[in-house]
């Protein structure tokens, strides 16, 4: 089954003979990806960015991802009825490459207060809460992207029949503007070579690598918090070396919620 994103899909390349080739998608019964925006999400809230109007209340929830951006690479604001935010991973690794996460969310009608309640970015994870009261007496406005050129990406997710059989489709995170765009990768190395998985909300507790027939397993939980609105993601995924003969040491870190290997080959 080939893998592809959007807006423009495109396959996935043929691994390199040393490898890795990554399996065991998250595929549900339509065949489609559980989380369009992670393969290797099991269960849990899905998306990049979600949004939430809390009922009988004025509160507005939003949840970003932003994995690999530390507390102190990220900036936000509420200007004109707008939030702002704005993160950078940096390079912690010298085979990493930067990522940028930049946008921005607000009214609608222009003719009612926004302010942010509370922000904080926790496990890779930017959540926000935000009110809004209404001015002058209007009742007409509502949340939503401001009537501005936005960051949000398109797909063509809205048009499943454009979709070709067989390929599993992603969802490119609407808000990053640098860097992989792919939660997940693998570069060659002179040791071997390098491999990372974005697994936003996890602690480095509850990530585990391990060796099994032929595989190197991966997985990782967010554990579940009764004063967020929505969390408890797990992943779960695995790819192959090709040839184990080779296969050394490996090393694996969480870095800002990254989960970031370097698989050594013997010589």
Request: some cysteine.
């Amino acid at each position: 089954m080939g893998f592809s994103t959007g807006p423009t899909p495109y396959s996935q390349s043929q691994p390199e003979p040393e490898g890795p080739f990554f399996s065991d998608f998250a595929i549900t019964d339509s065949g489609r990806l559980y989380a369009r925006n992670n393969p290797f999400q099991k269960s849990g809230s899905k998306g990049a960015v979600v949004q939430i109007a809390l009922a009988k209340s004025e509160i507005f929830y939003m949840r970003v991802d932003m994995p690999g951006v530390p507390k102190e690479k990220l900036s936000f604001g509420d200007p004109h009825n707008n939030v702002f935010f704005e993160g950078l991973a940096p390079k912690e690794w010298k085979y990493d490459q930067e990522r940028e996460y930049k946008g921005f969310y607000g009214l609608r009608c222009g003719r009612c207060q926004l302010t942010v309640l509370h922000a904080n970015l926790s496990n890779g994870v930017l959540r926000m809460r935000m009110s809004k009261e209404t001015l002058n007496n209007v009742i007409c406005c509502s949340y939503g992207p401001p009537v501005v050129d936005t960051l949000i990406a398109t797909s063509n997710d809205e048009d499943p029949g454009k979709e070709e059989p067989g390929v599993l489709y992603t969802l490119v995170h609407p808000f990053q503007t640098k860097g992989p765009m792919n939660s997940f990768g693998a570069t060659k190395v002179n040791a071997g070579f390098y491999v990372w998985v974005d697994m936003p909300g996890v602690t480095k507790e509850t990530v585990s690598v391990r060796v099994k027939d032929g595989s190197v397993l991966f997985a990782g939980e967010a554990e579940m918090d009764s004063n967020q609105v929505e969390s408890g993601r797990t992943y779960d995924g695995s790819f192959v070396p090709f040839d184990m003969s080779k296969l050394g040491d490996i090393k694996a870190e969480v870095n800002y919620w990254v989960l970031k290997m370097l698989i050594n080959y013997r010589k």
